[in-house]
């Protein structure tokens, strides 16, 4: 909201959220009543072309969003060195509500201008008035009304609202108080309403004029300079006609400088051009390459998450996954599409974020394949072959630490990395899969005065880790399944072998499980606590009994451009496994903590804690 909100601040429909979309309802019914009464054929353009448009729009403005985030992820050519934080993201999260109203104004002037009523779906001579009459009365009150929402009355009671957004993304360009957009509506209204009245409008004229908006509005909101030196060096006046991202950015960081809406041409005649605006745009598109100091390697998880990737849907992107919105289903063409293009020509890792925290600079690259493929033994190899290639590329550039997150240190795969470290012996990237720090924050949401936890997983690293301190402590562990106890037993000491008990007996409260079925959660004692020791959540069918978080802290308020939640965590906690590789880069940790190397928990655990990362519960 804007610091002291005006009067039409707030959308009609704002207190509808999601459904929202209803508004538009009267504009289907009128387009089905029309169909059964008189057919498709009574059906004219303009009236036809109202609803597509409207979603074309999505799809272009959605197309901009995801293509601008992957593009500030890994490209060089960053305007502002500063992060996006989630409250950017919700107050940008009703960017579609000019989209709605875009479509009830075509609606109802298609209702009140019988002139607007079949038109033709071309004119040449109407679209060169358009664009005239864009290039002069529509830029140019754009201009003073611009420069009238910077005084103070006004930009406190609308304007800062978009200003509040110093680091633009795309959708920025149409994040404005309801009553602001109005006046916008009315600007754009001149060419369209003119070439009605002088009888030369056409239905593709609209669509192409207001495409012609989005698309400048999204280009010069982004926070990378994209425009091609070589086109102002072809046609020198173009600096004049065409703003790009460079010099729109000055107008968010110094607010009284280039007001113009595209065409810079006012801002050169009123002297309110920004003087740096040209060193600007040729620093940003030289650009500066940047060597992250770490890399986590991560990779979808189920089809849905395509989409809850950074660079996905920024709202849905925002929150903690859940499959259970109802929305989610509507989404799946969306997923599976992205699953077999990924399957097909996902060669290689992508990046899909960037962060930073003080002077350590971090990236996020993700393999394109989802949790299922890798249990097929079939694309073990393949898998293995983007991970190696990862690594090898992060090796090159000089990164000092790979975290390997998810399945992509799983044993059965390359022995939670150990193939790779043993098959380049002089890697100087350090491999890590951040176990010690995870057993640590397994160990510490225990209890301390717990005398007895059940055991429900199988053999893995974190699980003996585990189980072996546990022993240590004298709280004795239970288990059940038979082979897993044997093999634990062979491991442990002989003075604290009397700790490990194999039993059918499930009695204690606080339960450590990786995978576990309804079934088997149902024969948990009532009141009991369900620890995860994996990456992934277990599934909560017990009102009476509490689920903690999979192994996760909190992180420090000085980690910068956090505006997505990792998977299924909430907002601003980071898994256990991740954190782990920012600490090997933080300390300067030389050892590879990947197949059964660990880092010794209380050490992980206390360079966390010295770090700013804060326990999610207390043991």
Known sequence: MATRPGPLTEWPWQRLGNFKYLVMGPVVVHGA???????WGDIDLAFALILPSLLLRMVHNQIWISAARYQTARSKHHIVDRGIEFDQVDRERGWDDQIILNGLLFYVGYLTIPSARHLPA???????????????PVEFLYYWFHRALHHHFLYSRYHSHHHSSIVTEPITSVIHPFAEHMVYYFLFAI???????????????FVLYIAYI??????????????????????PPLKYLMYTPSFHSLHHTQFRTNYSLFMPFYDYIYNTMDKSSDQLYESSL?????????????????????YHLRIGFASIASRPSDSSMWYMWLLWPVAWLSMVLAWVYGSSTFVVERIKLRKLKMQTWAVPRYNFQYGLSCERESINDLIEKAILDADARGVKV???????????????????????SKLRVRLVDGSGLATAVVLKSIPRDAKQVFLHAGPSKIACATAFALCERGVQVIMNPKKEYDMLKSQIADSKASYLKHSSNHTPQIWLVDKIDDKEQKMAPQGAVFVPISQFPIKKIRKDCTYLSTPAMKIPETMQNIHACENWLPRRV??????????????????HECGDAMMHTEKAWSAAIRHGFIPLTKG
């Open 191 to 205: 060419p369209m309403l003119s070439t009605i009245y002088i009888g030369n409008a056409s239905v593709l004229g």
């Open 286 to 306: 030289k650009g500066t390459e940047e060597t992250p100091d770490l890399v986590h390697l991560t990779h979808m998880t189920d089809l849905q998450s395509a």
């Open 33 to 39: 009543r029309r169909v059964l009464a008189g057919g």
């Open 122 to 136: 071309w004119r040449t001579d109407g679209a060169a008035v358009m664009a005239l009459l864009h290039a002069g």
């Open 214 to 235: 989005d698309f400048m509005n999204n280009m010069g909101h982004c926070n990378f300079e994209l425009v091609p030196k070589w086109m102002f060096q072809v046609f």
């Open 574 to 591: 980071m898994s256990a496994w991740r954190i782990g590789g920012i600490l090997h880069a933080l300390e300067g940790w030389t050892m």
């Open 402 to 424: 790979l975290s390997l997150g998810l399945l992509n240190q799983a044993k059965q795969l390359n022995g939670g990395g150990e193939l790779f470290r043993q098959k380049y």
